[in-house]
């Protein structure tokens, strides 16, 4: 039973780390909370699903549809919504009042055209059990730990060694001098938000074939974001571990406490966590020298 | 190499430079010296692209500078910004890898690495360290480096010996003189006027964003006002 628990609970951990990354990698370069980014999931989740079911194709390749339609649909959504704000210099305010729009938008149109409908991905791909150690352990369970992480790692390594990497961080440090340095904002900016989509679509297919695929079903980025504080916004390692400790604490709750007070504790674990520790985990003061 | 003239620029209703001209010659340093809010800064960030000039004409080689900060800087004009402004959450070498941002000549880039070890001997033995944990002297050495790494052939400079101890001043300046002698030109926006005069092959002294007096280094050095206002000599 623990292990049964440990492993769903990493497994939703480690998407709630996926979509806490994303989240905090557009927060540590435009410093503001991307509320459109659970419709991007959503939509994410939707592409997957169609990919799969309705044009028939193979798992592995609406996987990669669904998170290259997500990265494109992140692109697009900064071009269309917060471009013009940043080329004018607003006030995050306005950035976060424009990502709120676009995510009710979004969610919307999904009604007005797809419907409201819940869409369940094949018991062949969700229900999958094996056994180990006497555990049943679930095979999704299983991918979306491994797969999580692998997407994590890669975006790691992508930050630490190349070139448009060092180019985001240094950004989220001082976007003035960044462009000193011959880096063009809004080219940099359309990566991040590449990235960030690319989690978003690996995330929503993993939230849709764990859960289902329906119109409201990117609020669940309130965890994301819950994980995001927890380890200190703007935070890459504290997004990961952020996630990891709600997943499993959640997971924990759910099982052993009752499952009604799962999302009670979430936020009050927010509540506690803002009173005690306002900068999270991992999130760090850097002061410069003058 | 690099002439502006009746430059303009405003933060709103404000003037922050009125009708500045200057002539950058290749291979020389030019000073330009001032107050606090004289308008050193404005004119530094205008030229390197991040501020929009209200009025005027900045020529490089002839053409028209272009308006963004990433296309001043291919065409080989790199600022060195105020209180230097390194990246704290990188390293001394990522730090210096973005200098470098828009070159992708790798073996150009390390052997301009090395170079910099030997003009920086202290960096070397920092490289892995965070650049927030540098001391100020160290931070401006880094600095300058971060903007050598993109070979200009203009380099800004503003006010690089600001908050130095005495003698990392002088080395900076030391530093100033060899980056000139390798072939860069070198604009330098200084409060420490005499330092900067006395090196200077052209200079001006900005006061509330106007230029009031413009010559050669010496000459201001020897200019009755400047010595009263600027160097603190009384007659």
């Given at each position: 039973?623990?292990?049964?628990?440990?492993?769903?609970?990493?497994?939703?951990?480690?998407?709630?780390?996926?979509?806490?990354?994303?989240?905090?990698?557009?927060?540590?370069?435009?410093?503001?909370?991307?509320?459109?980014?659970?419709?991007?999931?959503?939509?994410?989740?939707?592409?997957?699903?169609?990919?799969?079911?309705?044009?028939?194709?193979?798992?592995?390749?609406?996987?990669?549809?669904?998170?290259?339609?997500?990265?494109?649909?992140?692109?697009?959504?900064?071009?269309?919504?917060?471009?013009?704000?940043?080329?004018?210099?607003?006030?995050s305010?306005y950035?976060?009042?424009?990502?709120?729009?676009?995510?009710?938008?979004?969610?919307?149109?999904?009604?007005?055209t797809?419907?409201?409908?819940?869409?369940?991905?094949?018991?062949?791909?969700?229900?999958?059990?094996?056994?180990?150690?006497?555990?049943?352990?679930?095979?999704?369970?299983?991918f979306?730990?491994?797969?999580?992480f692998?997407?994590?790692?890669?975006?790691?390594?992508?930050?630490?060694?190349?070139?448009?990497?060092?180019a985001?961080?240094?950004?989220?440090?001082?976007?003035?001098?960044?462009?000193?340095?011959?880096?063009?904002?809004?080219?940099?900016?359309?990566?991040?938000?590449?990235?960030?989509?690319?989690?978003?679509?690996?995330?929503?297919?993993?939230?849709?074939?764990?859960?289902m695929?329906?119109?409201?079903?990117?609020?669940?980025?309130?965890?994301?974001?819950?994980?995001?504080?927890?380890?200190?916004?703007?935070?890459?390692?504290?997004?990961v571990?952020?996630?990891?400790?709600?997943?499993?604490?959640?997971?924990?709750?759910?099982t052993?406490?009752?499952?009604v007070?799962?999302?009670?504790?979430?936020?009050?674990?927010?509540?506690?966590?803002?009173?005690?520790?306002?900068?999270?985990?991992?999130g760090?003061?850097?002061?410069?020298?003058? | 190499?690099?002439?502006?003239?009746?430059?303009?620029?405003?933060?709103?209703?404000?003037?922050?430079?009125?009708?500045?001209?200057?002539?950058?010659?290749?291979g020389?340093i030019?000073?330009?010296?001032?107050?606090?809010?004289a308008?050193?800064?404005?004119?530094?960030?205008?030229?390197?692209?991040?501020?929009?000039?209200?009025?005027?004409?900045?020529?490089?080689?002839?053409?028209?500078?272009?308006?963004?900060?990433?296309?001043?800087?291919?065409?080989?004009?790199?600022?060195?910004?105020e209180?230097?402004?390194?990246?704290?959450?990188?390293?001394?070498?990522?730090?210096?890898?973005?200098?470098?941002?828009?070159?992708?000549?790798?073996?150009?880039?390390?052997?301009?690495?090395?170079?910099?070890?030997?003009?920086?001997?202290i960096?070397?033995?920092?490289l892995?360290?965070?650049?927030?944990?540098?001391?100020?002297?160290?931070?401006?050495?880094?600095?300058?480096?971060?903007?050598?790494?993109?070979?200009?052939?203009?380099?800004?400079?503003?006010?690089?010996?600001?908050?130095?101890?005495?003698?990392?001043?002088?080395?900076?300046?030391?530093?100033v003189?060899?980056?000139r002698?390798?072939?860069t030109?070198?604009?330098?926006?200084?409060?420490?006027?005499?330092?900067?005069?006395?090196?200077a092959?052209?200079?001006?002294?900005?006061?509330?964003?106007?230029v009031?007096?413009?010559?050669?280094?010496?000459?201001?050095?020897?200019?009755?006002?400047?010595?009263?206002?600027?160097?603190?000599?009384?007659?």
């Amino acid at each position: 039973m623990l292990i049964q628990t440990l492993v769903t609970g990493l497994a939703i951990g480690g998407i709630y780390a996926l979509m806490a990354v994303g989240y905090s990698l557009v927060f540590s370069i435009l410093n503001f909370s991307n509320f459109a980014y659970g419709s991007i999931i959503m939509l994410g989740a939707y592409v997957g699903y169609y990919l799969l079911m309705k044009a028939g194709l193979p798992l592995a390749v609406s996987v990669a549809g669904s998170v290259m339609g997500a990265a494109f649909l992140c692109y697009l959504n900064e071009r269309m919504a917060y471009s013009t704000l940043r080329k004018r210099n607003a006030a995050s305010l306005y950035f976060m009042i424009s990502a709120m729009g676009t995510a009710i938008f979004l969610e919307n149109l999904v009604y007005a055209t797809i419907g409201s409908r819940f869409y369940a991905f094949p018991e062949i791909i969700t229900q999958q059990n094996i056994t180990f150690w006497g555990a049943s352990i679930g095979v999704l369970d299983v991918f979306a730990i491994v797969f999580s992480f692998t997407a994590i790692y890669m975006l790691h390594y992508f930050l630490q060694h190349s070139r448009v990497g060092i180019a985001i961080r240094a950004a989220s440090y001082d976007m003035q001098v960044c462009q000193l340095n011959g880096v063009n904002i809004t080219r940099l900016v359309g990566w991040v938000f590449l990235l960030a989509g690319a989690l978003a679509g690996l995330s929503g297919m993993f939230l849709g074939m764990k859960y289902m695929v329906y119109p409201t079903m990117g609020w669940i980025t309130n965890k994301a974001y819950i994980a995001a504080v927890i380890g200190g916004l703007g935070s890459l390692p504290g997004a990961v571990v952020g996630g990891l400790i709600l997943g499993v604490l959640e997971t924990l709750v759910s099982t052993y406490v009752s499952s009604v007070i799962r999302d009670v504790f979430s936020f009050s674990l927010l509540v506690v966590l803002l009173l005690v520790l306002p900068t999270g985990l991992f999130g760090k003061y850097l002061e410069e020298k003058v | 190499m690099l002439e502006i003239s009746g430059l303009q620029v405003k933060y709103g209703e404000i003037h922050a430079l009125r009708d500045v001209s200057l002539k950058v010659r290749a291979g020389s340093i030019v000073a330009v010296v001032g107050a606090n809010g004289a308008g050193k800064s404005t004119l530094m960030l205008t030229i390197a692209g991040l501020l929009p000039p209200a009025a005027g004409q900045i020529l490089y080689e002839a053409k028209p500078l272009p308006r963004q900060a990433y296309e001043v800087l291919a065409r080989g004009i790199c600022l060195v910004p105020e209180r230097r402004r390194l990246y704290a959450n990188l390293t001394v070498r990522e730090n210096l890898l973005m200098g470098a941002f828009l070159r992708r000549d790798q073996k150009g880039i390390r052997a301009d690495l090395e170079r910099m070890y030997k003009l920086f001997p202290i960096l070397h033995e920092r490289l892995k360290q965070y650049a927030g944990t540098l001391s100020g002297g160290e931070q401006q050495m880094a600095a300058i480096a971060r903007g050598l790494m993109s070979r200009p052939r203009l380099l800004l400079l503003d006010e690089p010996s600001l908050g130095l101890a005495p003698l990392m001043v002088q080395n900076v300046f030391k530093t100033v003189r060899e980056i000139r002698d390798q072939g860069t030109t070198i604009v330098l926006a200084e409060q420490n006027a005499f330092e900067a005069l006395a090196m200077a092959d052209d200079a001006l002294v900005l006061e509330t964003g106007r230029v009031i007096v413009a010559g050669s280094g010496r000459d201001l050095l020897n200019d009755p006002l400047v010595r009263k206002a600027y160097l603190g000599i009384k007659h």
